[in-house]
Antibody
Framework: EVQLVESGGGLVQPGGSLRLSCAAS????????MDWVRQAPGKGLEWVGR??????????EYAASVKGRFTISRDDSKNSLYLQMNSLKIEDTAVYYC???????????WGQGTLVTVSS | DVVMTQSPLSLPVTLGQPASISCRSS???????????LNWFHQRPGQSPRRLIY???NRDSGVPDRFSGSGSGTDFTLKISRVEAEDVGVYYC?????????FGQGTKVEIK
């Protein structure tokens, strides 16, 4: 059974940084692309970014809203995905979900999410 | 970016009755490989999203057959043949044809 468990959320001031983690199990993590998707309180879903696998040179892609501020990385030896968030803005407040990439068909497997609150 | 527009945004339904959600895209969703990557997700209150349907009409494993997807080009529909209490929540369409992938605003389904 695929399990994705996010951690690292919390309260941070505008301009601050936070690093989210996602622990994966139940599948061959290193073979898979992985994504982050977020949801602001009471709002819809927004794709944040993706990291490809080693065979695809760990290529990353980001939404325009976070490009240059957020960095996705992975440690295949630890079956872990990361989201480094810098220069955080109030509008980055959201639940951040880790998801196993299903290509253009979206995501079948999701974590439970971790809440990031950006506020002074 | 491709804009996905859902309607209605709120859908009160009676148990046992059908329901239908429309999703329209600002560009056609036929990929260069011939596939149409229009997917549907359901999110119950307080839960993570769950994919219901991928590539317009393919139900995911465990999804009841009362859910069906249809459409082509820029116009797509999710139908529930007979709404059950567990179907409440928000439904999102999502396109995976054009980068970046984008979602509709969501349609909230509630029981009358």
């Amino acid at each position: 059974e695929v399990q994705l468990v996010e951690s690292g959320g919390g309260l941070v001031q505008p301009g601050g940084s936070l690093r989210l983690s996602c622990a994966a199990s139940g599948f061959t993590f290193s073979d898979n692309y992985m994504d982050w998707v977020r949801q602001a309180p009471g709002k819809g879903l927004e794709w944040v970014g993706r990291i490809e696998n080693k065979a695809s040179s760990y290529t990353t892609e980001y939404a325009a809203s976070v490009k240059g501020r957020f960095t996705i990385s992975r440690d295949d030896s630890k079956n872990s995905l990361y989201l480094q968030m810098n220069s955080l803005k109030i509008e980055d407040t959201a639940v951040y979900y880790c998801a196993k990439d299903g290509g253009s068909s979206g995501w079948f497997d999701w974590g439970q999410g971790t809440l990031v609150t950006v506020s002074s | 970016d491709v804009v996905m527009t859902q309607s209605p945004l709120s859908l009160p339904v009676t148990l046992g009755q059908p329901a239908s959600i429309s999703c329209r895209s600002s560009q056609g969703l036929v990929h260069s490989n011939g596939n149409t990557y229009l997917n549907w997700f359901h999110q119950r209150p307080g839960q993570s999203p769950r994919r219901l349907i991928y590539k317009v009409s393919n139900r995911d494993s465990g999804v009841p057959d009362r859910f069906s997807g249809s459409g082509s080009g820029t116009d797509f529909t999710l139908k529930i043949s007979r709404v059950e209490a567990e179907d409440v929540g928000v439904y999102y369409c999502m396109q995976g044809t054009h980068w970046p992938w984008t979602f509709g605003q969501g349609t909230k389904v509630e029981i009358k």
